[in-house]
């Protein structure tokens, strides 16, 4: 199946090293966050996930065990990277109740973000591929989506850990 044209290489690497730059510069910051918005970032990826696992299986559908099977595969790979991200990460308390700053590890969101660019590369430079390679690609969007999830339950329950103090504290 024919995808049309793709756009040019060098673009599409600006277009990726500005983005992914932006990205890493903003999680290597300390941030403020709510409880709430903490499980934003991880509910927006696995619903990602989902949503290209759909689109490649509308346009080349495969079994769908092998699908469970890979992103499974990947998703338990990815639950170290976020054991490591989430212990890693830094969380203190704000003058508002409720609101934290939480300061990541910048060297795990660059292998986070590196995996989710190997799906993109692997999809461009391959855009032929057999449907067998790109359903590997799967894989990584599991790893990436378990990676922040795993670290986003990690750094919840330092914030819990923060909270219990505040209130004993006070």
Do not use: C
């Not at 992914?20 to 999680?27: L, P, Q």
């Not at 709510?34 to 509910?43: H, I, Q, V």
């Not at 490649?56 to 079994?63: A, F, G, L, N, R």
């Not at 769908?64 to 998703?75: D, M």
């Amino acid at each position: 199946m024919d995808h049309g044209a793709q756009p040019p290489l060098g673009t599409t690497a600006f277009i990726y090293v500005i983005v992914i730059a932006i990205f890493v510069w903003r999680m290597m910051r300390p941030m403020r966050v709510s409880a709430a918005r903490l499980w934003t970032r991880p509910g927006i990826l696995v619903l990602l996930t989902i949503v290209l696992i759909y689109a490649e299986q509308v346009s080349s559908p495969s079994p769908l065990w092998q699908i469970a099977a890979v992103t499974f595969g990947g998703a338990l790979v990815g639950v170290p990277l976020g054991v490591v991200r989430g212990r890693h990460s830094e969380v203190k308390s704000t003058e508002r109740p409720g609101v934290y700053y939480v300061h990541s590890s910048p060297l795990v969101v660059v292998i986070w973000v590196a995996a989710l660019l190997a799906r993109a590369v692997i999809r461009y430079v391959m855009p032929n591929a057999s449907h067998g390679v790109t359903l590997w690609t799967f894989g990584l969007l599991g790893f990436a989506a378990s990676a922040i999830a795993v670290s986003a339950y990690l750094i919840h329950q330092k914030l819990i850990v923060v909270q219990r103090a505040q209130k004993s504290g006070s």
